[in-house]
C-alpha cells in the first residue's frame, strides 16, 4: 500500500488508520477455520508431528501462505489447504482454539465460522463427530474468553465428497444437536461439480428445516451457478457471487429474494477470480442496493485479515465508516439466527460502534 493512502479522514471528523480500523466492531459470516490458523500455532504443529516442512520460520511462513508478489491463481491458492497437520485430537482442538482466540485481533464481534469435519479427519479416520464436538468446544472456549459471539457451519465439499458421502455424514452430525451449529455450507470446485449434482443433499437439509444454507457460487463460475444454487439447493446465502455483477436480472432477484452474497476482496483478488480489486464488485453491488457483506475467507492463507479488507473497502471502493455499520447491521440480518437473538444482536453491536466512534473521534 501506498504511503499517502495509510491515512483516512472523513468530513466529520474521524481519522481512520488500518490500525483504528482493526478496533472497529465486525461481523462476519464467510471465513473457513482450515483457513485461519495462525501461523505459528502451524510451525508448532509441524515441528511436533514432525511433518516434511520448511524448519526455518520464515520459510515456512512464504510455504503455507499465498505468495505476496504472485499473479492471482485459483490452483496455488488451493494447494495451501493440506488436511496433514493434525495427527491427534489434540493437534485439532490446540489449532481451533488458538484460531478462535485470534479473531479478537481482527475485531469480531460476531462470526459463523465454517469447518468441514471431514477436512480434519481424513488423514488419520478420526470420528467425525468427535471432530466436530471438538472443534465446537475449542471455538466456543475461546470465543467466551475474548467475548466474541460463534456460531458455525458445516462445510461439505463438492469435489472431494460426493452426494452419497454427504448425505450419511450430515445424518450423523445433525444428531450431534449442537445448537451452535446453524448451517450448511457447499465449497471445493465449482467448474466441474455445479450446484445440480447436489439437489438430493439439499433437498434433505431444507425438509428437516435445521439449517440454513450458505453455497459458494459465482466465484469462478458463471452467474447461472448462483441461480440454480437458490432455486435448486435453497441457498439463503451465496459464496463470494461475483458474476452477479454481470447479470442485472439476477440483482433484481437477490434484492426480492432477500439472497445476500458473502463477498471476499482480497481472496478473490488472489484466486484470480476477480483480477482488479480496486474495482471489486461489493462497490457496485452495495450501492445497488443488492445484499452484500464483507469477509474474509481464508485470511492466513491470504496473508492478510478481515481488517485488511476493511480498509481496501474504504480506501478503493470509497466506503464510509457508515457505509461499513450499514454492511455489518446487514450481516446481523442475514446471519443464520432467529429474528430474537439478530435484534439483540443489533442492539449490542451499535452500542460497541458507538463506543468505537466516542474513541477514535479526533476533534
Ligand atoms: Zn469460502
Same mark, same amino acid.
Given at each position: 500500500m501506498k504511503a499517502e493512502e495509510i491515512e483516512l479522514t472523513e468530513k466529520n471528523g474521524l481519522l481512520y488508520t488500518e490500525e483504528v480500523l482493526r478496533e472497529f466492531p465486525?461481523?462476519?459470516?464467510?471465513?473457513?477455520?482450515?483457513?485461519?490458523?495462525?501461523? @505459528?500455532?502451524?510451525?508448532?504443529?509441524?515441528?511436533?508431528?514432525? !511433518? @516434511?516442512?520448511?524448519?526455518d520460520f520464515e520459510e515456512f511462513k512464504a510455504s503455507v501462505q499465498f505468495p505476496r508478489e504472485s499473479e492471482p491463481d485459483f490452483l496455488t491458492f488451493l494447494d495451501k489447504f493440506k488436511n496433514d497437520w493434525y495427527r491427534s485430537y489434540e493437534d485439532v482442538?490446540?489449532?481451533?482454539?488458538?484460531?478462535?482466540?485470534?479473531?479478537?485481533?481482527d475485531g469480531i464481534f460476531y462470526i459463523e465460522l465454517r469447518f468441514s469435519p471431514e477436512h480434519f479427519?481424513?488423514?488419520?479416520?478420526?470420528? +467425525? *463427530? *468427535?471432530v466436530t464436538r471438538l472443534i465446537v468446544k475449542a471455538g466456543n472456549k475461546a470465543a467466551r474468553e475474548t467475548n466474541i459471539i460463534i456460531k458455525y457451519l458445516l462445510t461439505f465439499n463438492r469435489g472431494k465428497q460426493t452426494e452419497e458421502e454427504m448425505i450419511p455424514l450430515y445424518n450423523k452430525l445433525k444428531k450431534l444437536g449442537l445448537p451452535d451449529i446453524v448451517g450448511i455450507d457447499l465449497a471445493g470446485d465449482e467448474t466441474n461439480y455445479p450446484p445440480e449434482s447436489f439437489k438430493r443433499?439439499?433437498? !434433505?437439509?431444507?425438509?428437516?428445516?435445521?439449517?440454513?444454507?450458505?453455497? $459458494?457460487?459465482?466465484?469462478?463460475?458463471?452467474? /447461472?451457478?448462483?441461480?440454480?444454487?437458490?432455486?435448486?439447493?435453497?441457498?439463503?446465502?451465496?459464496? $463470494?457471487?461475483? /458474476?452477479?455483477?454481470?447479470?442485472?436480472?439476477?440483482?433484481?432477484?437477490?434484492?426480492?429474494?432477500?439472497?445476500? %452474497?458473502?463477498?471476499?476482496i482480497t481472496s478473490n483478488y488472489q484466486t484470480g477470480s476477480w483480477k482488479d480489486e480496486r474495482h471489486h464488485p461489493i462497490g457496485k453491488l452495495y450501492r445497488k442496493?443488492?445484499?452484500?457483506?464483507?469477509?474474509? @475467507?481464508?485470511?492466513?492463507?491470504?496473508?492478510?485479515?478481515?481488517?485488511?479488507?476493511?480498509?481496501?473497502?474504504? &480506501?478503493? %471502493?470509497?466506503?464510509?465508516?457508515?457505509?461499513?455499520?450499514?454492511? &455489518? !447491521?446487514?450481516?446481523?440480518?442475514?446471519?443464520?439466527?432467529?429474528?430474537?437473538?439478530?435484534?439483540? %444482536?443489533?442492539?449490542?453491536?451499535?452500542?460497541?460502534?458507538? @463506543?468505537?466512534?466516542?474513541?477514535? +473521534?479526533? +476533534?
Open positions: 465486525k461481523v462476519e459470516l464467510h471465513r473457513h477455520l482450515e483457513g485461519s490458523f495462525p501461523v @505459528d500455532c502451524l510451525y508448532e504443529l509441524s515441528v511436533k508431528n514432525n !511433518l @516434511d516442512s520448511p524448519r482442538y490446540r489449532i481451533t482454539y488458538n484460531s478462535v482466540k485470534n479473531l479478537i485481533n479427519a481424513l488423514q488419520n479416520d478420526f470420528d +467425525r *463427530e *468427535e443433499f439439499f433437498e !434433505l437439509v431444507e425438509k428437516d428445516g435445521l439449517y440454513k444454507s450458505s453455497v $459458494h457460487a459465482g466465484e469462478i463460475s458463471p452467474s /447461472s451457478q448462483i441461480w440454480a444454487s437458490i432455486k435448486e439447493l435453497h441457498a439463503a446465502r451465496i459464496g $463470494h457471487g461475483i /458474476s452477479t455483477i454481470h447479470d442485472p436480472a439476477l440483482q433484481d432477484f437477490l434484492k426480492e429474494k432477500q439472497v445476500c %452474497l458473502e463477498q471476499c442496493g443488492v445484499p452484500v457483506t464483507i469477509n474474509s @475467507d481464508d485470511p492466513s492463507i491470504q496473508g492478510i485479515d478481515l481488517t485488511g479488507d476493511y480498509y481496501k473497502a474504504m &480506501n478503493y %471502493l470509497r466506503f464510509t465508516i457508515d457505509d461499513l455499520v450499514a454492511l &455489518n !447491521l446487514s450481516a446481523i440480518k442475514y446471519s443464520f439466527n432467529s429474528e430474537e437473538v439478530k435484534a439483540q %444482536l443489533k442492539t449490542d453491536y451499535l452500542n460497541k460502534v458507538s @463506543d468505537f466512534k466516542k474513541k477514535h +473521534r479526533t +476533534r
